[in-house]
């Protein structure tokens, strides 16, 4: 880490590290966005300001991936509390909303494994995505996604088993 | 990890990046804008900062020079001292009555009779 990398406000983060991590931190934050590449990016460059103001401070107790992660990860949902709210408020008061036009990235629907994926409960979902896509373990899995290693646990065996019988009736072979 | 995990595991990778490929934007771009999004903020704090001290200085300033006249009290040591008759707030529900602790007092307090009806 050179010194002049390193963030002001936040000493054990440097640009460097973070640009080595952009990518996997891009996929994680399209996928909290629906695989919509503009609120990706929008997140992403959130999570950025909140480093380099040091309103999300890393404490070097956990890896930086995992931080920015979990960053990336409460952005999301306050935004989309954020829409939630506005929507109701728009329900509530009858009046139109502008129709948004960004079309989401398809992420190869093609494939039964994605679909199955795409199938599971969210919960489940994410823990699939960090631990088998985003190399992270479950503990740090459990830790992004804000729920304990015990539970983090019950929902990667569950996810785990239910996308072996969905892909096991669609003709794929996954013996233990 | 057993083999059907690992086997998972890589079909899984392989999918998601193959959506994620060619989306991936810029890390340059993107954190020239969150820098500068970053400075505004710090202006915009500094500026808080700024007005939140200027408020607090002049309220005390404020404090410091205009003094009250008068400490407002509740209980007036003199009028307590120049008198021993005490009247009792009174309105239209409550008439006037007035106490001497000398007189009335030592009359309540050794009586053994009701003194003829409430006290106020």
């Given at each position: 880490m050179r010194d002049s990398d390193v963030l002001d406000k936040n000493p054990h983060v440097s640009r460097s590290a973070l640009e080595a991590i952009h990518g996997q931190v891009f996929g994680w934050a399209l996928s909290r966005s629906h695989y919509d590449p503009v609120v990706a990016e929008d997140l992403m460059q959130q999570a950025y300001v909140e480093l380099l103001t040091g309103k999300?401070?890393?404490?070097?107790?956990?890896?930086l991936k995992t931080f920015v992660f979990s960053v990336v990860q409460n952005l999301a949902r306050s935004r989309y509390r954020r829409i939630a709210s506005r929507l109701r408020l728009v329900q509530a008061t009858g009046a139109g909303m502008a129709e948004d036009v960004v079309q989401p990235v398809e992420?190869?629907?093609?494939?039964a494994l994605w679909r199955a994926v795409q199938e599971l409960p969210r919960r489940q979902r994410d823990i699939v995505e960090l631990v088998f896509?985003?190399?992270?373990?479950i503990e740090e899995a459990a830790r992004v996604m804000g729920v304990t290693t015990g539970t983090g646990r019950v929902h990667y065996d569950r996810a785990k088993k239910a996308l072996k019988m969905k892909l096991t009736d669609n003709g794929a072979r996954f013996d233990d | 990890m057993t083999d059907s995990d690992t086997a998972l595991q890589d079909e899984l990778r392989e999918a998601q990046a193959r959506a994620e490929r060619d989306h991936v934007p810029d890390f340059e771009t993107i954190w020239t804008a969150a820098t500068a999004q970053a400075g505004i903020v710090r202006r915009r704090q500094r500026l808080f900062a700024g007005s939140a001290a200027a408020a607090a200085v002049v309220a005390i300033a404020f404090g410091l020079l205009v003094s009250p006249e008068e400490e407002w009290r509740y209980i007036d040591a003199d009028e307590l001292l120049e008198t021993t008759v005490w009247s009792a707030p009174s309105d239209s529900l409550l008439p006037d009555h007035q106490f001497d602790i000398y007189e009335d007092f030592p009359v309540l307090i050794e009586s053994t009779e009701t003194y003829g009806g409430p006290l106020l």
């Open positions: 999300a401070r890393f404490d070097n107790k956990s890896s992420p190869d629907d093609s494939a896509c985003r190399d992270m373990t | -």
